[in-house]
């Protein structure tokens, strides 16, 4: 499958299966797209039709472009055959491992956001903590299950985290000491809305998480807006400092600062530059997912606006990097040489399977989405995975189990994307989220446009 898209001046074609792209001018361009359809004859006649006025365009020319398409072809770099979709189910009968755990070490939240999927921490629930007994079960289960994988990752999640905070420092403690007895290596993640943000969270997180995500929508009007207290007192003021402070200990690496979008502030760009200008370099801006009759939805008016947006922060991306002020965005985070493996690709995140969440009571659900689902509880820390065909149906959820995906150029890219948001959208996690898909396929348009401009070195190339 090919995928031909024109974006910043550059004309590129994707090869889906092989992953080659190539960067052609206009006339190739064209050529590629009536290859499959035309004869040979007929495309020079195209062509010269369309660019005969031009010197450099002759019938010698065009069927010396053709005949390098066609050797691209002949080596697999263009309308190479889809040989994965068996691969796809061959993955059923493995034996899957659990590499994986999110622990929900608080089921509450100092907050009060509004938009929250997670019903402000609650998750549809009675607001709860964990205890050291279960979170201990918990990663027992994790080193139980984990076969001979070695490393193995928690991230410590909520509500708020930092609301069980000595349980989370119990825990990473417990954890340590079982390292040298299995044979493994645990790396650790802190999810958290920085209200509770102090001196003993930055050296514990500094010493014993590799990874911090850090919650910001942006702008203060913007995450005010939403990210409330109970009291409806916006957070903005509060946490800012502390994630500066955080993030100037850990040496600006090692972290996230996340944000989400809704159709308050569709151009959320201004809320990515707006967190780059305050020093953070590491960021995520995620679109918001929740009922289409939800005031914060995004619409079907908002896309066109959002795709724009994406396309502007590609471009200023590539400006504030030849500026020596570049930053990272993780969705167009993009290795065009050293991707995913086929196995990934294919599989995708590995929920319900290789990752789980677990509930501050014990129970095993997917991922933290499902939580709360009862029909999608796949068992317990203590009895394991009981619910063996929700798993296998995760096992078996891919793009090539969705009939939407088979057609669509960025299943390699997405590998048929977010189980939890097309049951949202749809009932079923073999749905998709229509919606989510168009913005998934800009971002990774935009990506390789990056990649592309910053392997040729000139970003005003004329492509």
Not at 151 to 160: A, K, P, Q, S
């Amino acid at each position: 499958m090919v995928h031909q898209y024109k974006l910043n001046g550059c004309n590129i074609v994707l090869d889906t299966c092989s992953g080659g792209i190539h960067l052609v001018d206009e006339v190739a361009y064209d050529i590629i797209a009536c290859y499959k359809e035309k004869s040979q004859d007929e495309i020079v006649d195209l062509m010269l039709q369309k660019y005969g006025h031009r010197a450099d365009v002759t019938e010698e020319e065009i069927r010396g472009c053709i005949s390098d398409i066609a050797v691209l072809e002949k080596s697999g770099k263009l309308w190479t055959p889809d040989t994965f979709e068996p691969l796809a189910f061959d993955f059923k009968n493995r034996s899957t491992v659990v590499k994986a755990l999110c622990l929900h070490v608080a089921h509450s939240c100092n907050l009060n956001c509004s938009y929250c999927f997670a019903s402000q921490g609650k998750y549809h629930g009675d607001r709860a903590l964990m205890s050291f007994e279960v979170g201990k079960q918990a990663l027992d289960f994790l080193i139980a299950h984990s076969g001979t994988r070695k490393n193995l990752e928690v991230d410590f999640f909520g509500g708020e985290p930092l609301m069980n905070w000595d349980v989370v420092k119990q825990l990473v403690a417990y954890a340590r000491t079982q390292e040298p007895i299995h044979g493994k290596k645990f790396r650790f993640t802190l999810t958290t809305n920085g209200v509770l943000i102090d001196d003993d969270v930055i050296e514990f997180a500094n010493r014993e998480m590799s990874n911090v995500v850090l919650s910001l929508d942006g702008r203060k009007e913007i995450h005010d807006r939403l990210r409330v207290d109970y009291a409806g007192n916006g957070s903005y003021d509060r946490i800012v400092p502390k994630f500066q402070k955080l993030v100037e200990s850990r040496g600006g690496k090692n972290y996230y600062m996340r944000g989400t979008f809704t159709h308050a502030n569709t151009d959320f760009t201004n809320d990515i530059f707006h967190m780059a200008d305050l020093g953070f370099t590491e960021l995520s801006m995620e679109p918001v997912v929740c009922a289409p009759d939800d005031p914060a939805a995004l619409t079907a008016e908002d896309l066109p606006i959002v795709m724009e947006q994406y396309e502007l922060l590609a471009k200023e991306m590539m400006r504030r990097e030849k500026e020596g002020k570049g930053f990272t965005f993780y969705h167009y985070m993009l290795d065009l040489t050293n991707g995913p493996c086929v196995y990934k690709r294919i599989s995708g995140c590995g929920s319900g399977t290789e990752y789980m969440a677990v509930t501050p009571w014990g129970d095993l659900y997917p991922c933290h989405q499902f939580v709360g689902e009862e029909a999608y509880k796949l068992g317990n820390i203590w009895d394991g995975v009981t619910n063996a065909a929700v798993r296998d149906e995760f096992k078996t959820c891919n793009a090539y189990a969705r009939p939407e995906c088979a057609d669509c150029w960025a299943k390699l890219y997405c590998s048929g994307g977010c189980a939890a948001n097309a049951y949202h959208a749809t009932g079923s996690i073999r749905g998709i989220y229509e919606y989510g898909c168009e913005l998934f396929k800009k971002r990774i348009e935009c990506a390789i446009m990056m990649q592309v401009l910053k392997a040729t070195d000139n970003e005003n190339a004329d492509c």
